[in-house]
């Protein structure tokens, strides 16, 4: 009798504290997501004022970017924890998508566990940053460092809050399972010091290749596995405190150049909700839809003109797969056939600006951001002159003879055209702003979106509600975080790797390479490539890029040049099956099932990858406008 009347009561007191930890789940998200949306509007207004105030007035704020710099690493901290909320940390799944859904379990629960460890191992030297920076003064607002500094280790408390919620979900079992796991990996560190500290840099083989490899082939977010090998080598090897871990955090998430990051991010939603990226392609359509492989040209010529806005492949892929991809099947283009030459796309404008892995490469590198921007055109266009020509032999194997399409009449072009005018002038509004000295490359995507919001509400009106303001604003932190994360993730492990002499001796051996400075752009273009497919591209770009590119320069390789070649490659792996993360975004974005194009992307794969020779060995592409 007890039993039966106890049942009911247990259920009842599950069922209230599953409310509670709902309740709880939702009262972190608003704690976060509201500060975060304002940060993303403050910034934007601080660098619009900014540019008037100077361009137009001639009276440059003093403190803007100061300002700017102080509500950055709030953004950046406060998008990482929502990022954390949503499970949006860039991750590997290509291994445990294989495993049984039990096992699969497990690892994700790994995962989250391993999240929660580096939060609670990194905090209390977070917080002794904070009290560090107590004896700095900015020099325009006269403000403590701590009301920067303390962005880091609120965010630390919020996202292992976060993630703790996560995890009491999780199966008993599986949580003291990982909890042994990680004492036991622990034990053995600790047990193993004394014998790995004479082993010099072949700890590194343990630490950044072994324990490494094991946590991101796990599924654990790679700038958590950056932070995790990086701490476990210090802790271990050295007598480094860890508070040095949260100062090269800091320093290389406060580059204002990635404050475009956030900036860009948010001016490609907008581009999206406003109907622009559609009012280009349906003008693309127009003149070339009629024509043997004319819709592939056209997906080609949107993705040029969309990612120099956008700066997102995910955004550039999702703008243009839904508004082509339902006629190009109607044509009889098989789905593989449109996945394949939708990735190619993506590799193949990855240097097309305001890109944001051209903005990650000059805060990590010191080269001109404008030269970048102005240098990458010709590289993207000659990419797309190669997979213009492959998709016309593919078109004629595929579009079906029996679907005639007829030639649109020019009463339709100059309709379209009309309509399509005031986005076309948004990527070279955004080009021109850069390159004649008006904005610099942080601030120009404030122009870009002021300009996104005219157009959205004057001329392209009912697509932007405000409805979707808070989700956009959200996102947008949520997606900055997640990649100024990796770069201070990044950042840290990139010290801890010179520290150790390892970027001497890369120089040393990549400097004897035979060939010289062709031998080492093709060892460098193989590097990138399986760097882009295993570790995605901006990380592989802040980690090895301050190390590789010193070594360029010894051999007389211009750094324009050389950075034009390295994000290429980064981005032939990036999309290249079967780790090549973007790939299988472009998947899900045009609702193909993976294996579909396995077989048929290898084509266009081929042919970037000798567009990309060409690049390399023809230097006049990367600088002839310099």
Not at 11 to 27: F, K, P, T
Not at 304 to 321: E, F, R, Y
Not at 436 to 465: D, F, K, M, P, Q
Request: charged share 10%; with cysteine.
């Amino acid at each position: 009798m007890s039993a039966a009347i106890g049942m009911p009561e247990t259920v009842a007191l599950g069922e209230a504290a599953s409310l509670r930890g709902r309740w709880l789940e939702q009262g972190l998200r608003w704690l976060v997501e509201i500060p975060a949306a304002i940060a993303v509007v403050a910034e934007v207004i601080i660098l619009f004022a900014g540019i008037v105030a100077r361009g137009i007035f001639h009276r440059p704020i003093i403190w803007s970017d100061e300002l700017a710099s102080i509500l950055f690493l709030w953004l950046a901290m406060l998008g990482s924890a929502i990022a954390v909320q949503r499970s949006a940390h860039m991750r590997l799944t290509f291994f445990t998508s294989y495993l049984s859904p039990r096992a699969e379990a497990f690892t994700s629960t790994l995962a989250a566990g391993a999240v929660a460890l580096f939060l609670a191992i990194i905090l209390h030297p977070a917080l002794e940053y904070v009290e560090d920076q107590a004896f700095v003064e900015t020099p325009a607002l006269g403000w403590s460092g701590m009301v920067r500094a303390a962005a880091i280790p609120v965010g630390c408390i919020i996202a292992l809050a976060s993630i703790c919620l996560t995890l009491v979900k999780r199966s008993a079992g599986d949580l003291l399972a990982v909890a042994l796991l990680f004492a036991a990996v622990a034990g053995a560190l600790y047990l193993a010091g004394p014998s790995l500290k004479p082993l010099g840099n072949w700890n590194l083989l343990i630490f950044f290749v072994g324990l490494l490899a094991c946590a991101v082939m796990a599924g654990v977010p790679i700038a958590f596995s950056f932070c995790l090998a990086t701490v476990a080598f210090l802790l271990t090897t050295t007598r480094t405190p860890l508070l040095v871990v949260v100062g090269r955090i800091d320093e290389g998430m406060s580059s204002l150049i990635l404050l475009a990051v956030p900036l860009f991010v948010l001016l490609g939603q907008l581009v999206e909700q406003t109907g622009m990226a559609r009012v280009m392609v349906a003008f693309l359509a127009s003149v070339l839809g009629h024509v043997r492989g004319g819709l592939s040209y056209v997906m080609l010529g949107a993705m040029l003109l969309v990612s120099g806005i956008s700066g997102s492949k995910t955004a550039d892929m999702a703008a243009i797969a839904p508004v082509l991809f339902p006629e190009m099947r109607k044509r009889g283009m098989k789905d593989g056939e449109l996945v394949s030459l939708l990735a190619a796309s993506g590799a193949m404008s990855e240097t097309i600006p305001p890109s944001i892995v051209l903005i990650a490469i000059a805060s990590v590198t010191g080269v001109s951001i404008a030269a970048l921007f102005t240098a990458g055109i010709l590289p993207g266009i000659v990419l797309a002159i190669v997979l213009a020509f492959v998709a016309r032999y593919r078109a004629g194997a595929e579009e079906n003879a029996a679907v005639k399409v007829a030639r649109a009449p020019m009463s339709v072009m100059a309709k379209t055209f009309w309509a399509a005018l005031p986005a076309l002038a948004l990527p070279f509004l955004i080009r021109s702003a850069v390159v004649e000295g008006y904005a610099t490359a942080t601030e120009v995507s404030t122009i870009g979106i002021a300009y996104c919001l005219v157009l959205g509400l004057i001329i392209y009106r009912g697509s932007l509600s405000w409805k979707n303001v808070l989700p956009m604003l959200v996102q947008t932190a949520s997606l900055s975080g997640s990649i100024l994360f990796i770069v201070g993730a990044a950042s840290a492990m990139a010290w801890a790797l010179a520290q150790s002499g390892f970027s001497h001796e890369l120089a040393a051996r990549m400097a004897g390479v035979p060939g010289g400075a062709w031998g080492f752009l093709l060892i460098s273009v193989v590097a990138f490539i399986v760097l882009g497919s295993v570790l995605e591209g901006i990380p592989a770009i802040v980690l090895f890029g301050p190390l590789l590119f010193p070594v360029a320069a010894t051999f007389g390789i211009n750094e324009v040049h050389y950075a034009m070649v390295v994000i290429l490659a980064m981005g032939l792996g990036l999309f290249a099956p079967p780790f090549g993360l973007c790939y299988y975004a472009a998947c899900i974005i045009g609702g193909v099932p993976p294996d579909a194009g396995l077989r048929r992307i290898w084509i266009y794969l081929a042919w970037l990858f000798i567009g990309l020779l060409l690049i390399t060995f023809v230097p006049w592409i990367s600088l002839v406008f310099l």
